[in-house]
């Protein structure tokens, strides 16, 4: 374990946006966060990453590590020119992998002297994308990379952090697509309106759960965890029913508790 929430809570007005979250990212692998929109995977990046401070609970970081955030929208500077954002990133992260950095530029069709202003949202996704990833920080973190990215550059793109987190990287990153992470992510938190309602590494969740038809007698060695369209998913590891996949095991979880 690199990072972690324990008992975090953050409240806006009178709506706990994260409520009581405790979740552990582990490292060398890509931590999936994943939830519907609003369900608060944003605030959750936003205080591991420290730009949030949580009401009450805490972030855990190992000590010494480097730590960077990825915006969905690129949050970066309009203004400026690509090389100047750089220079920047290599100012605040000593190990800056400049060679990465124009690797990546060149398949995501960027001039090194582009104004951030003048690039596509799909180009501006991947430049403060290829940004955090050539800073060879500790800790990276990414709001929703992937949502102007083409299906091809995105899958590129889990190539690129699948790669870069076997470098003893934390890898956290965001999507309201579960579907995005079916075969890349290692460890998957699910949220449900400020809830984490699921946590745990891919393999183990996908081992360990099946999905029942909805009339079918459930033995009561299983927990039933919630309905998947007219399936209902079950813990356990007893080859019953039929196997589920991530996306549908996080949507019984959250239908579960919703219910």
């Not at 949220?191 to 909805?214: F, I």
Request: aromatic fraction near 8%; proline fraction near 3%; charged fraction near 25%.
């Amino acid at each position: 374990m690199v990072i972690s929430l324990e008992n975090t809570t953050k409240i806006f007005g009178r709506t706990r946006v994260i409520d009581d979250v405790s979740v552990k990212f582990p490292s060398g692998i890509i931590s999936a966060v994943v939830g519907d929109h609003g369900a608060g995977k944003t605030v959750l990046l936003r205080i591991l990453a420290g730009e949030l401070k949580p009401d009450s609970g805490k972030v855990i970081a190992k000590s010494g590590c480097s730590k960077g955030f990825s915006w969905e929208n690129g949050g970066s500077v309009p203004k400026l020119k690509t090389a100047d954002l750089c220079t920047v990133w290599m100012l605040l992260y000593r190990n800056f992998d400049i060679k990465c950095f124009r690797s990546m530029l060149s398949e995501g069709g960027i001039a090194e002297n582009s104004r951030f202003l003048h690039l596509s949202d799909a180009q501006k996704s991947w430049f403060s994308g290829s940004l955090l990833i050539a800073s060879n920080a500790d800790i990276m973190i990414f709001d929703d990379p992937f949502k102007y990215l083409e299906s091809e550059m995105k899958v590129r793109f889990l190539e690129i952090l699948a790669e870069t987190a076997k470098k003893d990287k934390t890898i956290v990153v965001s999507s309201d697509e579960i579907a995005d992470f079916e075969n890349s992510a290692g460890f998957v938190a699910a949220l449900n309106n400020g809830n984490l309602v699921l946590s745990g590494e891919t393999e183990t969740l996908l081992a360990s759960h099946r999905l029942m038809p909805g009339a079918s007698t459930i033995s009561p060695d299983f927990k039933v965890i919630g309905p998947v369209l007219n399936e209902r998913l079950v813990e356990t590891t007893d080859e019953v029913g039929r196997s589920a996949t991530l996306k549908e095991i996080v949507l019984g979880y959250v239908n579960g508790s919703s219910s």
